[in-house]
């Protein structure tokens, strides 16, 4: 007997009708209309049955911090960075797994059930590692987190020196941090921003691990970090494990160059990561009018072949002051800012929280098909690109088969004068648009 069979489930590809059979946690079979004693049994109702979200880029050790020890006035990324050096030395690890833990229950609620997490290793007591590395533990029932060494005050430029923030990193790793992170960028000089990336990117070949590096988030279009990278992931065989996260100095980068770069970093196979809430935000504030969007050319890469995820990176931290952990806001950002408003593009919207962001995770078992995991979200919506325009409800949310989380859909009643009775409202499909 399945322990869970979905009948009546529209999918991501347009496929309509299907059921999808679980057993033990994974999926046993995907078809149409199947029949088979289940222990429990649900009619999807033709709504979309979709992969779990992931968010490929996030800092869970500051999130729902916004306000301590105070706001960012300027709104930009270095005030955001001087401000998380205010808050450090004021973090306990209680506080820290407190917040984290209730951002992950938020996340788990949103269908969100994979989470890479930059961890700040700059600090030599690893408080925000160790917390994290708690959080992980007790999140893996019903989340993945993946963490990151992240280097915020730059491994070259912080103020312990050199070989002090690189005993950090490594510690970290040492202590179960899964990814060898970077900010090449932040370093005092292009040449020491260089020379970071050669460093972390050996320590990752060595080690066998992944890399996502921040890279290059600026406005400056002569920020090419990323040409580095690409070439140090060549030179190490890194081919597919190694991710540039922002990049946003693309944005303004000259456009003959680009023709240049974006071929290499394909060939590399880089896998590319943009934050769109928080670099729509960030980026161009040092302009007049007009202003720069300041996120990186993600048509064109996608254009070229490389996996471009979309992430969260911030939620209520010295960065940004909103967000929800809502991977569909997320996207909706990412559509508007890039101008990706074709059928075509706005599925890979949806793609770059979904499958494409498993992807540069390295996600095994991610996916809705014979012998992957059981983990998927019935949302209240048709197809992705209607996901994307209401920020779906997540009716339901499943991990290895099991129900995590439920929502309520989303229902309005309306009592107009020139309308006989009331009226149930939603904005599912034109056709349910005013129901009487
Ligand atoms: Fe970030």
Not at 116 to 126: A, E, F, G, I, Q
Request: charged residues 20%; negative net charge.
């Amino acid at each position: 007997m399945l322990d869970l069979l979905i009948k009546n489930a529209t999918l991501p590809d347009g496929r309509t009708g299907m059921s999808v059979a679980v057993l033990d946690g994974k999926i046993v079979e995907v078809a149409p209309a199947l029949d088979a004693p289940a222990a429990n049994l649900l009619d999807a109702q033709n709504q979309l049955l979709s992969p779990p979200f992931v968010d490929a880029h996030f800092h869970m050790d500051a999130t729902l911090s916004y306000g301590l020890p105070r706001v960012n006035q300027s709104g930009t990324l270095l005030e955001g960075i001087a401000l998380w050096g205010e808050l450090k030395p004021l973090l306990t690890e209680e506080a820290l797994m407190e917040r984290a833990l209730t951002y992950c229950d938020w996340a788990v609620a949103k269908g969100l059930l994979a989470i890479r997490s930059h961890v700040d290793v700059c600090d030599p007591r690893l408080l925000a590692v160790r917390a994290l590395l708690e959080v992980k533990r007790r999140v893996a029932p019903y989340l993945d987190l993946q963490l990151v060494a992240f280097p915020q005050d730059g491994v070259l430029r912080g103020t312990q020196g050199p070989q002090q923030h690189m005993a950090n990193l490594q510690r970290a790793l040492d202590l179960g941090v899964d990814v060898v992170g970077g900010i090449p960028h932040f370093e005092r000089t292009q040449h020491d921003g260089a020379l970071s990336i050669k460093l972390l990117c050996e320590l990752a070949a060595a080690r066998g691990l992944m890399v996502d590096m921040h890279c290059d988030e600026s406005d400056d279009p002569l920020s090419r970090h990323v040409e580095t990278l690409a070439f140090e992931t060549q030179r190490l065989g890194l081919q597919g494990r190694v991710t540039g996260s922002h990049l946003t100095s693309m944005h303004s980068m000259d456009n003959y160059y680009v023709s240049k770069l974006i071929p290499l970093m394909a060939e590399a196979g880089l896998h590319v990561v943009a934050n769109p809430l928080i670099n729509i935000t960030l980026q161009g504030r040092h302009d007049t009018y007009p202003k720069r969007r300041g996120m990186t050319r993600v048509p064109e890469l996608l254009a070229a072949g490389i996996h471009v995820a979309f992430g969260h990176d911030c939620v209520m931290d010295p960065w940004y002051s909103l967000g929800s952990g809502d991977m569909l806001e997320v996207a909706q950002m990412g559509l508007h800012v890039a101008q990706m408003t074709s059928q075509t593009a706005m599925r890979q919207c949806f793609s770059a929280v979904t499958g494409n962001a498993a992807r540069v995770l390295g996600l095994q078992g991610y996916g809705l098909e014979a012998g992957c995991y059981a983990d998927f979200c019935l949302l209240q919506a048709r197809d992705p690109v209607e996901a994307i325009r209401l920020r779906a409800p997540r009716l339901k949310v499943f991990r290895r088969g099991k129900l995590l989380c439920e929502t309520p859909a989303s229902v309005g009643r309306l009592h107009l004068p020139d309308r006989p009775g009331s009226t149930t409202w939603q904005t599912s499909s034109p056709a349910d648009n005013c129901e009487q």
